[in-house]
């Protein structure tokens, strides 16, 4: 895996969902990180439902978030709804966390 894609994540888990005490990385709201030859980073993710209540600063966050991350040039954030997030995309860390 490469540096930036690592910094990319450690970056990401510091973003947290306002509703659920875990990280939006080990939540499983992340469902693609890919870095290309040229550092723009692409990213696919989803919220807990679409009615979200951070449906439009969350997106927002992670982007500024991303482009923090020293050598990332660009970054391509996509919204996406498939497949529908539930609790089987998170971590078992995040899932003991929740006492799941």
Same mark, same amino acid.
């Given at each position: 895996m490469s540096d930036i894609k690592n #910094? =990319? *994540? !450690? !970056? *990401? +888990? +510091?973003?947290y969902d306002p509703e659920i005490p875990v990280n939006i990385y080990e939540l499983g709201l992340i469902y693609k990180i890919e870095v290309d030859d040229k550092n723009k980073v692409n990213v696919d993710m989803t919220l807990t439902s679409p009615n979200c209540p951070v449906? !439009?600063? %969350?997106? +927002? !966050? =992670? +982007? /500024?978030?991303?482009? #923090? =991350?020293?050598?990332v040039s660009e970054v391509i954030l996509n919204l996406v709804w498939e497949p529908p997030w539930d609790k089987d995309?998170?971590? /078992? &860390? &995040?899932? %003991? /966390?929740l006492n799941l």
């Open positions: #910094k =990319v *994540i !450690e !970056e *990401i +888990k +510091k973003i449906a !439009e600063s %969350l997106p +927002k !966050e =992670v +982007k /500024e978030n991303i482009m #923090k =991350v020293e050598g995309k998170m971590s /078992e &860390a &995040a899932k %003991l /966390e």
